[in-house]
């Protein structure tokens, strides 16, 4: 495996181990609108990603 990805997953683990510590203190967002925003937002942002990812291939 590389170091890149190796060192890849120890951060998005220590990344998820302090969003469980901090969970209490970020707040809810319990509008459904928002939530249907945040998610179209977040899957532009893999296909832009990915697609970029490709052009480099």
């Known amino acids: 495996m590389k170091k890149v990805t190796f060192a890849g997953i120890i951060f998005a683990i220590g990344?998820?181990?302090?969003?469980?510590?901090?969970?209490n203190s970020i707040p809810?967002?319990?509008d459904p609108l928002t939530n249907?925003?945040?998610?179209?937002?977040?899957?532009?942002?893999?296909?832009?990603?990915g697609a970029s990812q490709l052009r480099k291939k």
């Open 15 to 23: 990344l998820l181990v302090l969003l469980k510590v901090f969970q």
């Open 28 to 30: 809810r967002i319990s």
């Open 36 to 49: 249907i925003l945040v998610i179209i937002g977040f899957v532009l942002f893999a296909i832009i990603y």
